[in-house]
């Protein structure tokens, strides 16, 4: 049974900082390109930034400079470091698994809860 969980999210004021986590389990994880992706309300859900399984790393434009995606096979996990918050940033953050090697498979967590607001 394919499992991510997230972890991290919170109420945090403009400027602050937040760790976010996701652990993945049944999966082949170094095989899988790992992505963040968030949607806020009335909005279509969005890329944030996604790690291959080689480590190349890819932002979206609003938070280049401020987000840093990294992953750790070993743990099978991936984490977004998440500086100089804005409230433009708020949504509900995803994590994402997907890979082409051996048949195409997407799978994704339950969301967790970033707010940005003084």
């Known amino acids: 049974q394919v499992q991510l969980v997230e972890s991290g999210g919170g109420l945090v004021q403009p400027g602050g900082s937040l760790r976010l986590s996701c652990a993945a389990s049944?999966?082949?994880?170094?095989?899988?390109?790992m992505g963040w992706y968030r949607q806020a309300p009335g909005k279509q859900r969005e890329l944030v930034a996604a790690?291959?399984?080689?480590?190349?790393?890819n932002y979206a434009d609003s938070v280049k400079g401020r987000f840093t995606i990294s992953r750790y096979n070993a743990e099978t996990t991936v984490s977004l470091q998440m500086n100089s918050l804005k409230p433009e940033d708020t949504a509900v953050y995803y994590c994402?698994?997907?890979?082409?090697?051996?048949?195409?498979?997407?799978?994704w967590g339950q969301g967790t809860q970033v707010t940005v607001s003084s």
């Open positions: 790690i291959t399984p080689g480590g190349s790393t």
């Open positions: 994402n698994a997907n890979t082409i090697v051996g048949g195409t498979a997407d799978y």
């Open positions: 049944g999966i082949t994880f170094r095989i899988y390109t």
